[in-house]
């Protein structure tokens, strides 16, 4: 069986586990490779899943949660946290409820531990992932959480969040709401470090899960700027650690909460063993002076002439706008 993993009490009073597996993956897998894929994590010991209504992972990770469930790899389901997201196409009030409980269907569950709003966008309703500018709409973040917190008081979701928000879109959604966020999972790594971010997330008791702990270094965005960082490089040999997991440390040594992709198991194990050690003071500062670089642009969401965001600084509230974005490399794997 697995190891214990650490947890973090969020604001709503519920334990997360500080390290998650995430299940979006391109070109998708078959079902019974993704169940497969989620038995072994659920075997090495992860207990927090995150996935999402556009991921098309939900049901898989349901049968897996049941599996388990059945085999006696858990021995009750509030064991298992799951996170998933609401998709853009349902951010409009009435459309919040009718789309968790269609999320809660796929998985099988009575409930989600988290539910997040995954984009601070509005597109119109029944729009996938494949989407076009005619389909952004204006975001009206006050209705969409007001419907996000009537889920949580009818006990859909234990927690209510966020993604992809800078601190000004979180301190607009602070001001109003009655249920504060629990969660902002962002991009967040060794290489974009989200100092800013993270220092309100912290005063205003809002965690911060990492999405994208390693830099995305796959077939669709990303760079390699953690993975082949010669600072990471030295620090993993001095310590004999693997890259990823001195990535992952210094995620979970600032407080944030990765979520790691992987289906590989021994690189699932790996990613797990990063709690008995520690990043020293110096090996801190020296991850600090790795240039700056973020993977995702959400240049997708972006209309020069609305109604949605007119420009790539007016999404990300001008926290990304001196950084330079890479261009999309294709993995050596």
Same mark, same amino acid.
Request: proline residues 6%.
């Given at each position: 069986?697995?190891?214990?993993?650490?947890?973090?009490?969020?604001?709503?009073?519920h334990s997360m586990p500080v390290i998650g597996?995430?299940?979006?993956?391109?070109?998708?897998?078959?079902?019974?490779?993704?169940?497969?894929?989620?038995?072994?994590?659920?075997?090495?010991?992860?207990?927090?899943?995150?996935?999402?209504?556009?991921?098309?992972?939900?049901?898989?990770?349901?049968?897996?949660?049941?599996?388990?469930?059945?085999?006696?790899?858990?021995?009750?389901?509030?064991?298992?946290?799951?996170?998933?997201?609401?998709?853009?196409?349902?951010?409009?009030?009435?459309?919040?409820?009718?789309?968790?409980?269609?999320?809660?269907?796929?998985? =099988?569950?009575?409930? +989600?531990?988290?539910?997040? /709003?995954?984009?601070?966008?509005? #597109?119109?309703? %029944?729009? *996938? &992932?494949?989407?076009?500018?005619?389909?952004?709409?204006?975001?009206?973040?006050?209705?969409?959480?007001?419907?996000?917190?009537?889920?949580?008081?009818?006990?859909?979701?234990?927690?209510?969040?966020?993604?992809?928000?800078?601190?000004?879109?979180?301190?607009?959604?602070?001001?109003?709401?009655?249920?504060?966020?629990?969660?902002?999972?962002?991009?967040?790594?060794?290489?974009?470090?989200?100092?800013?971010?993270?220092?309100?997330?912290?005063?205003?008791?809002?965690?911060?899960?990492?999405?994208?702990?390693?830099?995305?270094?796959?077939?669709?965005? =990303?760079?390699?700027? +953690?993975?082949?960082?010669? /600072?990471?490089?030295?620090?993993? #040999?001095?310590? %004999?650690? *693997? &890259?990823?997991?001195?990535?992952?440390?210094?995620?979970?040594?600032?407080?944030?909460?990765?979520?790691?992709?992987?289906?590989?198991?021994?690189?699932?194990?790996?990613?797990?063993?990063?709690?008995?050690?520690?990043?020293?003071?110096?090996?801190?500062?020296?991850?600090?002076?790795?240039?700056?670089?973020?993977?995702?642009?959400?240049?997708?969401?972006?209309?020069?002439?609305?109604?949605?965001?007119?420009?790539?600084?007016?999404?990300?509230?001008?926290?990304?706008?001196?950084?330079?974005?890479?261009?999309?490399?294709?993995?050596?794997?």
């Open positions: 069986m697995g190891r214990e993993i650490p947890v973090s009490v969020l604001n709503s009073g597996l995430g299940t979006a993956t391109m070109p998708l897998p078959s079902p019974d490779q993704l169940i497969s894929a989620f038995m072994d994590a659920i075997e090495v010991g992860y207990r927090h899943f995150d996935t999402a209504s556009v991921y098309i992972t939900e049901a898989p990770l349901g049968q897996a949660i049941a599996q388990a469930l059945h085999q006696g790899l858990i021995k009750n389901r509030d064991e298992v946290f799951v996170t998933s997201k609401l998709w853009c196409s349902d951010a409009h009030y009435d459309l919040v409820l009718p789309a968790l409980k269609e999320t809660l269907k796929k998985l =099988g569950l009575d409930y +989600v531990d988290l539910y997040l /709003i995954h984009w601070p966008v509005r #597109m119109k309703p %029944g729009t *996938s &992932i494949s989407f076009t500018k005619e389909d952004l709409l204006p975001f009206d973040i006050t209705e969409t959480w007001e419907a996000m917190e009537e889920c949580s008081r009818l006990g859909l979701t234990k927690s209510i969040g966020v993604s992809n928000f800078s601190s000004k879109k979180l301190s607009q959604l602070l001001a109003h709401a009655t249920i504060p966020p629990a969660v902002n999972q962002v991009e967040l790594n060794a290489a974009w470090r989200q100092r800013k971010l993270r220092d309100f997330c912290n005063e205003n008791g809002i965690k911060v899960a990492a999405c994208s702990p390693l830099g995305a270094n796959g077939a669709f965005w =990303g760079s390699f700027a +953690v993975m082949k960082s010669p /600072i990471l490089k030295d620090i993993a #040999m001095a310590k %004999g650690k *693997s &890259i990823a997991q001195i990535a992952l440390r210094w995620i979970y040594q600032v407080g944030g909460i990765p979520i790691v992709k992987s289906f590989n198991k021994e690189r699932m194990k790996e990613n797990l063993e990063i709690f008995d050690w520690k990043l020293s003071n110096e090996e801190l500062d020296q991850i600090n002076q790795i240039p700056e670089c973020k993977g995702e642009s959400g240049e997708a969401f972006v209309t020069p002439e609305g109604p949605s965001y007119k420009s790539i600084e007016e999404l990300w509230d001008g926290e990304i706008s001196k950084i330079k974005l890479p261009p999309v490399w294709n993995s050596p794997e």
